[in-house]
């Protein structure tokens, strides 16, 4: 069906989506498996930390009331490593051998580093302290966390420090919010499985496992990749499945006007539609619409479209599901290369850049054509020419997103 289309910005557009309420589910998970993900409840300290008197240097524990009139002689009457405790009280001028991160014993006040002391000839349970120290070199119960202190809060991002942390409490398991459950759907009937031989007018399709990895390598979990003829009903069907099935649902292809541009017609008549049609090129014809609570990105069938409205709309959706922030940096820089074209529409061209000095230089990296691929393994960045009558200036200051690789 052909209707007017009404375009509308990239910032627009994502200003859209940003808007767009998104579940907040959260799961359980093994602390061992949550690094990056985000708390979505407060931890606070079961118990205090450090939870007895550690000895923070290997050396001879003494009591207060011994700690004068060095150089002396103590008895040693016992050793305690790191991992023992020492049941019994020290008494007058008596002293145990103790090493980092041992128990101190509950009536001992500091600890005498070994450098401090001499061995005593022909004695051995005895040991000489040369001087006394300054500091008790006894790291005191709670000095770092009371119990019920928070640990870390709820909306962080867990790093491996922070796992750290929480496995000093013993804990196990962590509530987070959840990655988003992710189905691609590739339309087009003339889309090939990669170990089908290829036919004349066909291509493989390369979008599928394009999207796929992009999901995944920014956090989201693909659930289905399904590869459609282009059919209306089979479309319907499958979407219907799919949205009742997950948290976001891409499409990709048939996203025009065109006579099988199936997708187009179903975003015509969803629920909400956010946009079908952008000022950017290329891109132009990315939609976004929400159906049955679920929203759906339908991207360009073209590889260099897919590609790019990928990491300026689908990424920062799947970073929110997570409470994480977009990792695409948008960032000003310089436009290194001359770019000659003039465009109706902001270009986006696929780049690459270098940084020195805290300044970005980036360089358009091949075609800006919508429908060329050649320049996905290589392109570091995306760039925004913005609309306009006259070339771009040679290092004219331009937008750029830099891309997160993993
Ligand atoms: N009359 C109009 N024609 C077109 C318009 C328009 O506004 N009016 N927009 C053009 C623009 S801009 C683009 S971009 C494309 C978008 O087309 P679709 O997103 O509907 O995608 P298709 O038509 O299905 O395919 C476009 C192109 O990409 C190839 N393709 C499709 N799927 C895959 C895949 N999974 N892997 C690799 N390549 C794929 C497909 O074979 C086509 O070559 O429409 C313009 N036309
Ligand atoms: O949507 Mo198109 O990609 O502007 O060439």
């Known amino acids: 069906m052909l209707t007017r289309r009404f375009p509308i910005s990239i910032q627009e557009a994502q200003q859209k989506l940003a808007e767009v ?9 093994p602390v061992q498996t949550a690094n990056h993900r985000v708390l979505a409840d407060t931890i606070v300290a079961p118990f205090a930390y450090p939870h007895f008197r550690r000895s923070g240097y290997d050396g001879y524990a003494i009591r207060s009331s011994d700690d004068h009139d060095f150089p002396k002689t103590f008895k040693v009457v016992g050793d305690i490593p790191a991992g023992a405790t020492f049941e019994r009280e020290l008494g007058e001028n008596e002293t145990v051998r103790i090493m980092t991160g041992a128990f101190v014993p509950t009536n001992a006040g500091k600890v005498i580093m070994l450098e401090q002391t001499r061995s005593v000839e022909n004695k051995p349970n005895q040991v000489k302290m040369v001087v006394t ?4 070199n006894i790291t005191e119960i709670g000095s770092e966390f009371q119990e019920g202190d928070d640990l870390i809060l709820k909306n962080t991002e867990l790093t491996p420090g922070g796992l750290a942390i929480l496995t000093a409490f013993g804990i196990q398991e962590v509530t987070v919010y959840r990655q988003p459950r992710v189905a691609v759907i590739t ?5 090939m499985a990669p170990d089908e ?6 291509i493989y399709n390369s979008n599928g496992l394009l999207i796929a990895n992009l999901v995944r390598e920014n956090g989201g979990i693909v659930t289905q990749e399904s590869q459609l003829v282009d059919d209306a009903d089979l479309l319907a069907s499958t979407l219907q499945k799919a949205m009742a099935e997950n948290d976001l649902v891409i499409t990709d292809g048939g996203v025009s006007v065109g006579d099988f541009d199936f997708i187009g017609d179903t975003a015509r008549t969803a629920d909400t539609l956010l946009f079908n049609k952008l000022k950017m090129r290329p891109g132009s014809v990315t939609t976004a619409f929400v159906q049955d609570k679920t929203l759906v990105m339908a991207l360009s069938g073209n590889p260099g479209a ?7 709309f689908v990424e920062p959706l799947l970073q929110r599901f997570m409470h994480h922030s977009s990792k695409v940096k948008r960032v000003t820089a310089t436009l290194a290369a001359p770019y000659h074209k003039t465009n109706g529409y902001d270009r986006i061209l696929r780049s690459t850049y270098q940084e020195s000095n805290q300044e970005i230089a980036v360089f358009p990296n091949g075609s800006d054509q919508s429908g060329a691929l050649g320049n996905l393994q290589t392109t570091t960045c995306l760039v925004e020419i913005p609309h306009s009558t006259n070339p771009i200036a040679l290092n004219a200051k331009v937008t750029a997103w830099l891309l ?3």
Do not use: R
Not at 133 to 136: A, G, I, Q, V, Y
């Open 21 to 29: 309420s998104l579940p907040s589910k959260v799961e359980t998970i």
């Open 404 to 406: 997160p690789f993993k």
């Open 187 to 191: 339309t087009g009937t003339e889309l």
């Open 133 to 136: 120290e300054k500091h008790s």
């Open 197 to 202: 031989p290829l036919q004349a007018g066909k």
């Open 306 to 312: 897919c590609f790019t409205a990928f990491y300026l």
